[in-house]
């Protein structure tokens, strides 16, 4: 049974880190591209970073960009989301997604309509002091 978990979110003050994980189950996340969206109250859903399956290039928004790390780690298939320097904007619903049907990060563009487009159920980030 394919599986995305998420985990690591919570409440961190302004300046604060927080590193998300999503651990696979059922396939291997090796062969796929893997990316972070997050959705914000009231607003649409955006890619937040990915990772190129063809060549290990990683694409962060403009935003989060100098801030974020996106990574995987084969041997545990997972992945995770470094966030240092968290500002309230930064609040948000996190999910992990892989294979993503859809994708606009910086200049990487992604449009697959028979991609697997797996998602995990998200992890609430929230940025106040």
């Known amino acids: 049974q394919l599986q995305l978990v998420e985990s690591g979110g919570g409440l961190v003050q302004p300046g604060g880190s927080l590193r998300l994980s999503c651990v696979a189950s059922g396939f291997s996340l090796d062969r796929y591209m893997v990316a972070w969206f997050r959705q914000a109250s009231g607003k649409e859903r955006e890619g937040v970073a990915c990772?190129?399956?063809?060549?290990?290039?990683?694409y962060y928004e403009d935003s989060v960009n100098g801030r974020f790390t996106i990574s995987r780690d084969s041997v545990k298939n997972a992945m995770y989301l470094q966030m240092n320097h968290l500002q309230p904007e930064d609040t948000g619903v996190y999910y992990c997604v892989v294979d993503p049907k859809r994708l606009h990060i910086g200049p990487r563009y992604r449009a697959v309509s028979n991609a697997l487009d797996a998602w995990g159920r998200g992890t609430l980030v929230t940025v106040s002091s």
């Open positions: 990772i190129d399956e063809s060549d290990g290039n990683t």
